[in-house]
T-cell receptor, first 111, second 113 residues
Framework: SQQGEEDPQALSIQEGENATMNCSYKTSINNLQWYRQNSGRGLVHLILIRSNEREKHSGRLRVTLDTSKKSSSLLITASRAADTASYFCATDGVNFNKFYFGSGTKLNVKP | DVKVTQSSRYLVKRTGEKVFLECVQDMDHENMFWYRQDPGLGLRLIYFSYDVKMKEKGDIPEGYSVSREKKERFSLILESASTNQTSMYLC????????????FGNGTRLTVT
């Protein structure tokens, strides 16, 4: 399976701190995406980084990609209680229309 | 905004019943997907469809079938529900563009008793 794997499985921080989540995957990719899931709901797309990009920003989110190590990280700066959710990375692999997800990082931001 | 609608939020069925999970998207997306989500296992792809009447198996298709008669609708069918199919089922859609993200519905939590 080329499923991505997030690390850590769970993360608990105080409001205002930064949160970093990591993702490792197994095969070549066209792009890697990060999603967020609030408890019991569907996933929401956060950011996409292409295989030829190394870093991307969107608001308080910063994503890095290292294709030589087959890994990515998601940094949420100045976290808020509302950032409490599970975060998943998804990779597309050979078939760019088919996405594989890891088991996610559960982030708890304490007010 | 893309909307992906799953017909039920919660569903309780008995072992052996035939179960239909329906998903509709309103953005004319070519691709539609069914995932199941279980604690510690993340999202696993059951089936996906890249066009009307076209389908491909994902990682865990056993015990499931799908139907896509119209572009906007993708149905997941459990031919004979079993307790190990108790799970959260998530439908998603995407366009054919290379960098198209997935758009998810809110999920159907299915319990098979």
């Amino acid at each position: 399976s080329q499923q991505g794997e997030e690390d850590p499985q769970a993360l608990s921080i105080q409001e205002g701190e930064n949160a970093t989540m990591n993702c490792s995957y197994k095969t070549s990719i066209n792009n890697l995406q990060w999603y967020r899931q609030n408890s019991g709901r569907g996933l929401v797309h956060l950011i996409l980084i292409r295989s030829n990009e190394r870093e991307k920003h969107s608001g308080r989110l910063r994503v890095t990609l290292d294709t030589s190590k087959k890994s990515s990280s998601l940094l949420i700066t100045a976290s808020r209680a509302a950032d409490t959710a599970s975060y998943f990375c998804a990779t597309d692999g050979v078939n760019f229309n088919k996405f594989y997800f890891g088991s996610g990082t559960k982030l708890n931001v304490k007010p | 905004d893309v909307k992906v609608t799953q017909s039920s939020r919660y569903l309780v069925k008995r072992t052996g019943e035939k179960v239909f999970l329906e998903c509709v998207q309103d953005m004319d997306h070519e691709n539609m997907f069914w995932y199941r989500q279980d604690p510690g296992l993340g999202l696993r792809l059951i089936y996906f469809s890249y066009d009307v009447k076209m389908k491909e198996k994902g990682d865990i298709p056993e015990g499931y079938s799908v139907s896509r008669e119209k572009k906007e609708r993708f149905s997941l069918i459990l031919e004979s529900a079993s307790t190990n199919q108790t799970s959260m089922y998530l439908c998603a859609s995407s366009s054919d563009r290379l960098d198209s993200p997935l758009h998810f519905g809110n999920g159907t939590r299915l319990t098979v008793t």
